[in-house]
């Protein structure tokens, strides 16, 4: 399986990808706004991809429990510049936009960007799926129970993993329903939007699962509160959490991407999870 992201190929299913998280926001749960000035987000991309991050994930709206949304010009005040540096700077990383907005969506793939991380699965903006469509750009399809101000408050289901499924189906249909194609569709069950401790348990145990929809999946669970209820550690502590259960999908081979902040953790976590499950062979 291949996913397209112009002009890079990932070849998925040899080993697990590794997308690095470079939050422009002031308020983000895992940084607390370290990042957001314009030069220090653009030198935290340039180490991220240094330290063996495959992508880079840049976004300019917070969306941990809580946050409030962000207009579509301070949005795009945020983002555009670190993407047009870093792909300018680092062109051999792909580079994606953590956005819900189709106007900011737009600018960051004219900026560089060849990948949208919606957390709404196209339900934020009626626009998106034509953005996807006209751009030939990858679009991450993500579960989210309610928006992030209200998706924590009390998150109830029947079967967590077949409501998830059922709801990235129809984000799938929708997206193909518009003219997107499947090979730039991914899949993300969303880690702690809108789930108990006890949901982002299942899911995780249970990812395989998501493998019957037919499109490449990416989870992220790093540094997330779930991971601070089972260890105890607040946000900047999870760095070993977080390496966990990388080192527990790429095993597993229920994801093909894992969005992360601590990159070299998770590398070494990947590597190990990766050979688990495909055995060792040195690199040549």
């Known amino acids: 399986m291949e996913l397209e992201l112009p002009p890079h190929r990932l070849q998925l299913g040899q080993r697990t990808w590794l997308m690095g998280v470079v939050n422009v926001t002031p308020d983000s749960f895992s940084d607390g706004g370290k990042f957001f000035d314009e030069a220090a987000a653009i030198a935290h991309g340039l180490s991220l991809a240094a330290a063996g991050a495959d992508l880079l994930d840049v976004g300019g709206e917070s969306t941990r429990p809580g946050a409030e949304a962000v207009g579509p ?10 993407i047009r540096a870093l792909r300018r700077q680092c062109p051999r990383v792909p580079i994606s936009v953590d956005t819900s907005k189709a106007v900011v969506a737009r600018a960051a ?36 129970l309610g928006t992030p101000g ?13 409501e998830v499924k059922e709801f990235l189906q129809a984000a799938a249909e ?19 939007f809108g789930k108990t401790v006890d949901h982002n348990l299942t899911l995780l145990r249970r990812l395989n699962e998501f493998r019957s929809l037919g499109y490449p999946v990416l989870v992220g669970t790093s540094r997330k509160a779930f991971l601070g209820t089972v260890t105890g ?10 390496a966990a259960t990388v080192a527990i999908v790429a095993a597993a081979g229920s994801a093909d991407l894992v969005r992360v902040h601590d990159v070299a953790e998770a590398k070494d976590a990947a590597a190990v999870g990766d050979a688990v499950r495909f055995g060792y062979s040195p690199a040549p």
Do not use: F, W
């Open 109 to 144: 793939l004219e900026a560089g960007a060849s990948m949208i991380n919606d957390v709404t699965a196209l339900g934020g903006d009626p626009q998106m799926a034509q953005v996807v469509a006209q751009s030939g750009a990858a679009i991450c399809l993500m579960h989210m």
């Open 73 to 82: 010009e301070e949005e795009l005040r945020r983002v555009v510049g670190v």
């Open 174 to 192: 929708q997206a193909l329903a518009a003219g997107v194609k499947p090979s730039q569709l991914v899949i993300d069950p969303g880690i702690g």
């Open 233 to 242: 550690k607040a946000a900047a502590g999870r760095a070993v959490a977080s």
């Open 150 to 162: 209200t998706m924590q408050q009390d998150p109830r289901y029947d079967d967590v993993v077949a």
